[in-house]
């Protein structure tokens, strides 16, 4: 029976408090985007990013800009495994506090562990957990942010920090039992077999990498340090402490998108998700600048650019799962945002 060590961030667990996740988890990025063919400025521009906030580690960038980035990113670049790329190269030092919580442990063993420990204090709405499966441990990670819904970037980054973090002790050939990621599976996949070295499975419930026990018994951390360990550990603490949750309007925004496939969201069902009364839910986004009828409009279009950027879904599928009960309502409404209909929208994405 498989025994869950380090539960973190999930559904039914308290939210860690920070603002999203820290900029250190960007490190390199502006140059490893340009090495890849994108235009910067129009990556960051488009993703709402400052590049001043990536010089300091220590900053917090919100989750929701850091996965549109990587997103951005692999768009713009034509590189669609831009994430794999950008994991493969990043090595744990590069992480900065989170790093150094799996650099500065004892055993290998033990820096899997804190790493899983002390990632909700480096990012928030993120499912992080280290599962005894018996002969091996179970690495999951899942972004459960509702706002974020294109997140195979930041999967495969991800996989690819905690795999270079085990391979900085374990040597370069090291490779899990197996890896799952819960997109599907994209053209490039033998790419993500020759970098893991093990079977990779996708459209699976979780991001995973699957550690045989028998390889971290009795390995040591090269750079091991007791001393720097718990200075970091409560540094980064201090920091995910100090943090705040995600806002109102991004809490509003979730609810919306989970109630528009039951149809057109109202107000006070909203209101009432989200423990509020109808006018305080109008008050609180009047103060945000939003009415309730412009998040709603404001949701569907993220949504529909969403949706029409999976090339395999049919376009007559889209209206109601934004809400709407005509397909041409859907489609008044995409012409009044974009200018064009849906189909000239894909045809243009290519």
């Not at 993500?192 to 070295?197: E, K, L, N, P």
Request: with cysteine; aromatic share 8%; glycine share 8%.
């Amino acid at each position: 029976m498989s025994q869950l060590l380090f539960p973190s961030a999930s559904l039914n667990a308290p939210m860690v408090s920070n603002v999203g996740v820290l900029s250190a988890a960007a490190s390199g990025l502006d140059s490893f985007i340009t090495g890849q063919g994108g235009d910067l400025d129009r990556v960051f521009g488009r993703a709402g990013i400052d590049p001043e906030q990536l010089r300091h580690p220590a900053l917090s960038l919100a989750l929701t800009n850091y996965c549109q980035v990587l997103e951005e990113a692999a768009r713009q670049s034509g590189c669609d495994n831009f994430g794999l790329r950008y994991g493969q190269q990043f090595q744990p030092q590069a992480l900065g506090l989170l790093g150094y919580v799996g650099l500065c442990s004892e055993t290998v063993e033990d820096a899997l562990k804190n790493f899983a420990a002390a990632f909700p204090y480096h990012q928030h709405s993120t499912l992080i957990r280290l599962v005894d499966c018996g002969e091996c441990y179970r690495f999951d990670y899942q972004v459960r942010h509702g706002a974020i819904l294109d997140r195979r970037q930041d999967a495969e980054l991800t996989m690819g920090m905690a795999l270079n973090l085990l391979r900085h002790a374990l040597g370069r050939d090291w490779t899990p039992r197996a890896v799952a990621f819960e997109h599907a599976r994209p053209e490039g996949w033998q790419e993500h077999s020759r970098v893991f070295g093990a079977p990779v499975q996708f459209e699976r419930a979780c991001n995973s990498l699957l550690v045989p026990k028998g390889d971290l018994h009795g390995q040591l951390m090269p750079e091991r340090d007791p001393t720097l360990l718990f200075l970091v550990q409560d540094v980064i603490r201090r920091l995910g402490e100090q943090g705040a949750r995600p806002s109102l309007v991004e809490d509003a925004g979730t609810q919306i998108r989970l109630a528009l496939a039951e149809g057109e969201p109202s107000l006070e069902l909203i209101a009432e998700r989200l423990e509020l009364t109808a006018a305080g839910l109008q008050r609180r986004l009047r103060e945000a600048g939003l009415s309730f009828s412009q998040l709603v409009e404001q949701t569907r279009r993220e949504l529909a650019v969403h949706y029409l950027r999976q090339r395999q879904r049919p376009i007559s599928e889209l209206a109601p799962l934004l809400g709407y009960s005509e397909t041409s309502a859907f489609s008044r409404a995409f012409r009044r945002w974009f200018g064009v209909s849906p189909r000239q929208w894909r045809g243009d994405e290519r």
